[in-house]
């Protein structure tokens, strides 16, 4: 069984560009939580989906940033117009319900010049 | 809300020396907790858990105990290796309506000499 995967490893993208990721969570995981690790810190919580749903954004950036998790294929991070400040590994977890174990991706390191 | 405070690294060890991490929390109602392991470029591997008071998690030869009368979760490990060196997080999931996100402390880096 594939762990959770997670491209680009590495994504560079220049301020005003936009910033795609992708996870596609374990077989049978129908749960994504995505989270946010700046230099020297830990990880912060961004927003965590269900199939087709949006159930809780409240670490989600106001602005710029949206996610979506479609009935086919992976879950989407978008980060439009990206400032240098949006530099940062960000990983998905996946977990098979709400209430169970959550597995990392690798991460995707973005990097904005 | 819920926070999680651990000791700032970076740890520098020799091999063989004990181990221990502190990890404290605040939180409402009754967390599980956990500690995560972050080597170089890589993502979070879940090395122990905890889900209610008193309960010993163990793995690899790390082991914590979730204190509720001192809200803490102390990793430890009596003799580590070289390999052992990472950033080691502790975690607690906040179990809501809105799902079970995590709750991560800044992470402690952990350097081991030969």
């Known amino acids: 069984n594939a762990g959770v995967m997670q491209n680009p490893r590495h994504l560079v993208r220049r301020r005003g560009q936009e910033a795609r990721l992708r996870c596609s969570p374990m077989?049978?995981?129908?749960?994504v939580y995505w989270y946010r690790q700046l230099p020297e810190e830990g990880l912060k919580f961004m927003v965590y989906l269900q199939k087709e749903n949006i159930i809780d954004e409240s670490g989600m950036p106001k602005e710029r940033f949206s996610a979506e998790f479609p009935k086919e294929g992976p879950s989407i991070l978008r980060i439009q117009q990206v400032v240098r400040g949006d530099s940062a590994a960000y990983f998905c977890?996946?977990?098979?319900?709400?209430?169970?174990?959550?597995?990392f991706g690798p991460g995707t390191r973005l990097t904005v010049l | 809300g819920n926070s999680v405070t651990q000791m700032e690294g970076p740890v520098t060890l020799s091999e063989e020396a004990f181990l221990t991490i502190n990890c404290t929390y605040t939180a409402t109602g009754y967390p599980s907790l956990f500690w995560y392991v972050q080597y170089p470029g890589e993502g979070l591997q879940l090395l122990l858990k905890?889900?209610?008071?008193?309960d010993k998690g163990s793995n690899k030869g790390f082991e914590a105990t979730y204190r509720k009368e001192t809200t803490s979760f102390h990793l430890e490990k009596g003799s580590v290796q070289v390999s052992d060196s990472a950033v080691y997080f502790c975690a607690l999931s906040g179990s809501s309506n809105a799902g079970n996100m995590l709750t991560f402390g800044g992470g402690t880096r952990l350097m081991v000499k030969p």
């Open positions: 905890a889900t209610k008071a008193d």
């Open positions: 977890a996946s977990s098979p319900s709400r209430a169970d174990e959550q597995f």
């Open positions: 077989k049978g995981h129908s749960h």
